[in-house]
């Protein structure tokens, strides 16, 4: 199978989006003239004005039937996993903490699924928050679901606006993100913080390519891969910085390119 050059078209490449979150009719308040009460999904803004400021489209991904998800990725250039709830640790085959926050169990198993086959592609993808946590989970990984257990040195839930910075990060200067971030013509100190969990063991693949002050894992990725990057801080509310603008842009550069890598991966799996 073939994958689309939308570069070779001078289009836009067109970039999934993750949904952050599911929430119950019963949570929700209709306006008077509005949509009846219903199920919805919701997705912060600055996800996709990102994606769309960097030069691609963005297209929110509503959690779909599995067999659905394959023909979705044909039509996809690129995967932004998005930022959420709690992921459910049975993914992981672990116990859930006594102070595991709400899961929303069809999102985890559509967001794990698109993560798992995306990879599998080969696809250029950008992890957020949350998504950074599920991309390690496909890769074999595991998260430690309450971080006040192993440090109360950093508030890992800033109360400031997700605009603004709360703690530091040291980013490997010999990574893929240090690269993505500019090296040395870009300065990354501080990062802003909205994660009640985080990633405990690495899966196989991955490396640490940044970490807070506190030792929690700030930053994923594959240095075998073109572009597969995850941020745990909220990047998407940053890109008024030239750090985080930098970054959509390079992932969205990866998306747009000519298609060649991913043929070559395609074939990768048909000689297996």
Not at 73 to 97: F, M, T
Not at 191 to 218: K, M
Not at 224 to 231: A, E, N, T, Y
Request: aromatic fraction near 4%.
């Amino acid at each position: 199978m073939k994958r689309r050059s939308l570069a070779s078209q001078n289009e836009r490449p067109l970039i999934g989006v993750t949904t952050s979150e599911l929430r119950p009719a019963e949570r929700v308040t209709p306006l008077p003239e509005g949509e009846p009460r219903g199920h919805e999904m919701a997705l912060g803004l600055p996800y996709l004005e990102g994606i769309e400021a960097a030069g691609g489209l963005p297209l929110v991904m509503p959690p779909l039937p599995d067999a659905a998800i394959e023909s979705l990725l044909d039509r996809l250039d690129g995967i932004c996993l998005s930022g959420g709830p709690d992921l459910d640790p049975e993914s992981y085959g672990a116990e859930p903490h006594a102070e595991l926050g709400p899961t929303e169990p069809d999102l985890d198993r559509f967001e794990l699924a698109v993560a798992r086959r995306a990879d599998a592609r080969e696809m250029p993808i950008l992890a957020i928050c949350r998504g950074t946590q599920a991309l390690n989970i496909v890769r074999g990984g595991a998260l430690h679901q309450h971080l006040p257990d192993l440090s109360t040195e950093l508030l890992h839930r800033q109360t400031i606006p997700g605009t603004e910075p709360s703690h530091p990060i040291a980013v490997d200067p010999d990574s893929q993100l240090a690269a993505v971030l500019g090296g040395d013509q870009l300065e990354l100190d501080d990062v802003n913080s909205f994660h009640h969990q985080a990633i405990d063991r690495l899966g196989v693949g991955l490396r640490v390519s940044a970490r807070a002050p506190d030792g929690t894992i700030e930053a994923i990725e594959d240095p075998s891969r073109r572009f597969l990057i995850g941020v745990q801080w909220h990047a998407e509310t940053l890109v008024h910085r030239m750090a985080e603008a930098e970054l959509f842009r390079r992932f969205v550069e990866a998306c747009g390119d000519d298609g060649a890598e991913y043929e070559r991966a395609a074939a990768r799996r048909e000689v297996a």
